[in-house]
């Protein structure tokens, strides 16, 4: 990102903006604290939202402390976000699909090329020509980066905004935005349902998610776990079964017998162990994101067919059928909503496990 971009005021002062209260990060090892924003005025095409609840996902964190520096270095102040639903307050002229009043939401993604073949095909989270994240992103409209979810109001062009059930309560549907949909997309593509064998490793913010869609589907679910206390939440989650990893004895009983596992898990952990466990042509497909790569045996892949592989979000169109799916059945996350300034204590006791099993934000405490 240029410097200029970098140099952008984030006040509401500037034309064809207006001013938004919001939660930043000042610096890589600052505190989150209040600041505020400058949101674009709709255009034709865009629809306004007041934030009623945001969810808090591990990337947040790791995107506010720099941790990602490599790959995607952040620019500050830094406003993450982007497990999104809200109250539409106005809409662009041409828009068509919302009108005030609808509750709606807004995921990791604010605009895509829209001409490429991912983004043709809907799937926009893969665009060939550079996507813009709704939080830390080239913001090619006003300049400077793009701003996420802590705060009480966003502007997005409508499609990249989707419809929230009425049926779903709109905090437990926020981190179906992120953890939902990162988790649905390979369950489907890799058609987990009935008949199926599906394992899910680690019980976390999307683990849990990655349980009640499996079992929803219709696969027999099972969850790998380190921690045996985790047992009974599982099952009142959706597994048939739970295996502790770290006793070889149970993972060998399930040797050569999965379809597929969707592996959660951002720590170091042994790829190979689940790699034995796939039936012929059984695929481990990680959306957990592990620091350092993983050592994979080339035996473990060449005897039985088997794949690894990885999946980001889901695009529009497919997050909108999650959500209609979640509506349908009764789905959401498992949350513990919090005031916006409990942030940075939310930020320590999630590097400690201690949710369950995603903070949320009520966004009508920025108005403290």
């Not at 995107?63 to 809409?91: D, K, L, M, S």
């Not at 099972?222 to 921690?227: E, N």
Request: charged share 20%.
């Amino acid at each position: 990102m240029s410097e200029a971009a970098k140099a952008v005021p984030v006040t509401g002062e500037r034309p064809g903006t207006f001013p938004a209260k919001a939660f930043a990060a000042p610096s890589a090892n600052g505190l989150l604290g209040p600041i505020t924003i400058g949101r674009r005025e709709p255009g034709a095409q865009d629809v306004q939202i007041e934030i009623l609840y945001c969810g808090v996902c591990h990337s947040d964190l790791h995107q506010t402390r720099n941790e990602w520096e490599a790959f995607a270095p952040t620019v500050y102040p830094c406003v993450p976000g982007h497990e999104i639903v809200g109250r539409v307050v106005a809409v662009g002229k041409d828009v068509k699909k919302f009108k005030e009043g609808d509750i709606a939401a807004v995921g990791c993604l604010v605009n895509s090329c829209g001409i490429c073949s991912n983004c043709k095909a809907g799937d926009e989270q893969y665009c060939e020509n550079g996507f813009t994240l709704t939080y830390n992103s080239e913001d090619k409209i006003l300049g400077g980066v793009t701003y996420g979810g802590y705060s009480d109001s966003i502007v997005v062009d409508e499609g990249f905004v989707v419809k929230v059930p009425k049926s779903l309560d709109p905090a437990g549907a926020a981190p179906l935005l992120c953890a939902g949909i990162t988790t649905y997309s390979p369950l489907r593509h890799w058609k987990a349902g009935k008949g199926k064998k599906v394992g899910v490793v680690g019980l976390g913010g999307l683990g849990h998610m990655g349980v009640k869609f499996a079992h929803a589907f219709g696969a027999h679910t099972v969850l790998f776990t380190t921690s045996p206390n985790k047992s009974a939440d599982a099952k009142r989650l959706g597994a048939d079964d739970v295996v502790i990893s770290k006793d070889a004895a149970e993972m060998e009983k399930h040797k050569a017998s999965f379809d597929f596992i969707l592996d959660c898990v951002s720590a170091d952990h042994d790829m190979n162990a689940y790699l034995k466990l796939l039936r012929r042509d059984g695929t481990v497909a990680l959306v957990g994101a592990p620091e350092r790569p993983l050592p994979v045996a080339a035996f473990n892949l060449i005897m039985g067919r088997h794949s690894v592989a990885g999946s980001a979000i889901g695009g529009l169109r497919e997050t909108q059928e999650m959500l209609d799916f979640c509506g349908e059945h009764g789905i959401v996350s498992d949350v513990e909503v919090i005031p916006i300034q409990e942030i940075n204590q939310a930020y320590e006791r999630m590097l400690k496990g201690d949710v369950k099993y995603r903070f949320v934000i009520d966004s009508a405490t920025l108005k403290k």
